[in-house]
Nanobody, 115 residues
Framework: QVQLVESGGGWVQPGGSLRLSCAASESLFSIDIMEWYRQAPGKERELVAGSKRYGSNYYTDSVQGRFTITRDNGHKTLYLQMNALKPEDTAVYYC?????????WGKGTLVTVSS
């Protein structure tokens, strides 16, 4: 198993920035795919960004060019740098890891973008 703990959420005005962190209990070298999802009130959970262990990163269209996903293997942490935030980015953000064929989720961190 792998435990995931998200942090870094909070309130920010439109146009602002936040950096989310996802601390993993296992080395990121052993995790095939790490992804960020989000779920807004009344909506389904959606994929935001992903990082493959030996591949490229990918993003949903609505955050392309504004969000950046990075792996810090030394600190066993996945990050999501979010810039130019919009009210529609308001959601609970979740980290997911695919580890030896099984998916593991964190409990999420709330991001609120409003003026």
């Amino acid at each position: 198993q792998v435990q995931l703990v998200e942090s870094g959420g909070g309130w920010v005005q439109p146009g602002g920035s936040l950096r989310l962190s996802c601390a993993a209990s296992e080395s990121l070298f052993s995790i095939d795919i790490m992804e960020w999802y989000r779920q807004a009130p009344g909506k389904e959970r959606e994929l935001v960004a992903g990082s493959k262990r030996y591949g490229s990163n990918y993003y949903t269209d609505s955050v392309q060019g504004r969000f950046t996903i990075t792996r810090d293997n030394g600190h066993k942490t996945l990050y999501l740098q979010m810039n130019a935030l919009k009210p529609e980015d308001t959601a609970v953000y979740y980290c997911k890891a695919r580890y030896y064929g099984a998916d593991y989720w964190g409990k999420g961190t709330l991001v609120t973008v409003s003026s």
